[in-house]
């Protein structure tokens, strides 16, 4: 038996563990344009190089971001798409909290210590969230964070000045950054050294089975956070002159009080 997991919300990310969530097959690619091509044909990999058949699988995995809508779309259709046709529950996981969880470990952060998360959201934009750590080992070996704000999106000099601000004496240290949408504006986001900049699907899997296992909600919803950057184009109703009513684009379905309040399952 397997757990197969997916994300989409920056390169194309593709893992298989079992249950315990040992680490069975990945797969990356660096696709940023061609999600739909890449991901399919990775999922076909690691099952083979796994030995494990579609049928064996318990449940998928899948990164709701935030991530611009084409390419986060991809992988969450994708995951829905395989759950149904198997039977089994797709297990939405913010990939922004896999990037936290992911830091504590690669850059040996201790409790207490705090992480802000970021990824690339296009339009001189980041996508960015803040955690703390709370344990640097929690269940199954993974580390624990909890998170304090965002998920949200806005220019990289706005998220410096209101998450970098210098701290009181009593508040204690800057937040670690991490991310790959940090790397694009270092004037502003400083990244630290040896910081993870995009989710792993290892990661994102094993997280997903610690929750499970707290019993926590796991959505699949997508944290677009905003409208998508292709619109279809507005249409005149039938007895009306104006189609501005259509214009709410899908991105405006979920919002920053989506995501789990901790990233290591605990509420």
Same mark, same amino acid.
């Given at each position: 038996?397997?757990?197969?997991?997916?994300?989409? #919300?920056?390169?194309v990310?593709?893992s298989?563990?079992? @249950?315990?969530?040992?680490?069975?097959?990945?797969?990356? %690619?660096?696709?940023? /344009?061609?999600h739909?091509? %890449?991901?399919?044909?990775?999922?076909?990999?690691?099952?083979?190089?796994a030995?494990?058949?579609?049928?064996?699988l318990? $449940?998928?995995?899948?990164?709701?971001?935030?991530?611009?809508?084409t390419?986060l /779309?991809?992988?969450?259709?994708?995951?829905?798409?395989?759950?149904?046709?198997?039977?089994v529950?797709?297990?939405?996981?913010?990939?922004?909290d896999?990037?936290?969880?992911?830091?504590? #470990?690669?850059?040996?952060l201790?409790?207490? $210590? @705090?992480?802000?998360?970021? %990824?690339?959201?296009?339009?001189? @934009?980041?996508?960015?969230?803040?955690?703390?750590?709370?344990?640097h080992?929690g269940?199954?070996?993974?580390?624990?964070?909890?998170?304090?704000?965002?998920?949200?999106?806005? /220019?990289?000099?706005?998220?410096?000045? $209101?998450?970098l601000?210098?701290?009181?004496a009593?508040? !204690?240290?800057?937040?670690?950054?991490?991310?790959?949408?940090?790397?694009?504006?270092?004037?502003?986001?400083?990244?630290?050294?040896?910081?993870?900049?995009?989710?792993?699907?290892?990661?994102?899997?094993r997280?997903?089975?610690?929750?499970?296992?707290?019993?926590?909600?796991?959505? %699949?919803?997508?944290l677009?956070?905003?409208?998508?950057d292709?619109? @279809?184009p507005?249409?005149?109703?039938?007895?009306?002159?104006?189609g501005?009513?259509?214009?709410?684009?899908?991105?405006?379905?979920?919002?920053?009080?989506?995501?789990?309040?901790?990233?290591? !399952?605990?509420?």
């Open positions: 038996m397997a757990v197969l997991a997916l994300d989409t #919300s920056a390169s990310a593709v298989l563990v079992d @249950e315990d969530g040992a680490r069975l097959a990945s797969r990356t %690619s660096d696709e940023r /344009r061609r739909a091509e %890449s991901l399919a044909p990775l999922i076909t990999e690691v099952l083979a190089e030995g494990i058949d579609r049928a064996d318990t $449940a998928v995995v899948a990164g709701t971001g935030p991530a611009p809508f390419g /779309r991809v992988g969450l259709v994708t995951a829905r798409t395989l759950a149904l046709t198997l039977g529950p797709v297990l939405g996981v913010p990939s922004l896999a990037l936290a969880v992911q830091a504590v #470990s690669d850059l040996g201790r409790p207490g $210590a @705090e992480i802000l998360a970021t %990824s690339d959201a296009r339009r001189k @934009e980041v996508y960015w969230a803040r955690y703390r750590v709370v344990a080992e269940p199954h070996g993974l580390p624990v964070v909890e998170l304090l704000a965002g998920p949200d999106v806005d /220019r990289a000099g706005f998220v410096a000045q $209101a998450q601000a210098p701290p009181d009593a508040a !204690g240290q800057l937040p670690v950054v991490i991310g790959e949408g940090a790397m694009l504006y270092p004037e502003f986001l400083p990244v630290a050294d040896d910081a993870p900049l995009v989710p792993d699907a290892t990661v994102l899997a997280l997903a089975l610690v929750r499970r296992a707290a019993g926590a909600d796991q959505p %699949s919803e997508p677009y956070l905003r409208r998508p292709v619109h @279809e507005a249409r005149a109703g039938a007895g009306s002159t104006s501005a009513g259509s214009t709410a684009g899908a991105g405006s379905t979920a919002g920053p009080g989506a995501t789990s309040a901790s990233a290591g !399952g605990a509420a």
